[in-house]
């Protein structure tokens, strides 16, 4: 993924319902703010059965390679 010139690697698991990264992560794409601006705020649960917050979303383009 590559924006204004900086080159960065993504990881995307094809088989979960929802991506996640660290809250600290593509600070390049701007953070839409769950329950704002039409982004439902959600509810996740990871594989240890712990919660998970939902800060939002980040819209990344990804071109072929």
């Known amino acids: 993924v590559e924006m204004s010139g900086e080159k960065t690697h993504i990881t995307v698991d094809s088989g ?3 991506s996640v990264s ?3 992560w593509g600070h390049q794409f701007p ?5 704002s601006q039409g ?6 649960v990871a594989a240890s059965g712990n919660a998970m917050a939902h800060h939002g979303q980040r819209t990344v383009k990804v071109h072929p390679f």
């Open 16 to 18: 979960a319902a929802d």
């Open 22 to 24: 660290p809250m600290n």
């Open 31 to 35: 953070l839409q703010a769950a329950g």
């Open 39 to 44: 982004i439902p705020k959600r509810t996740f």
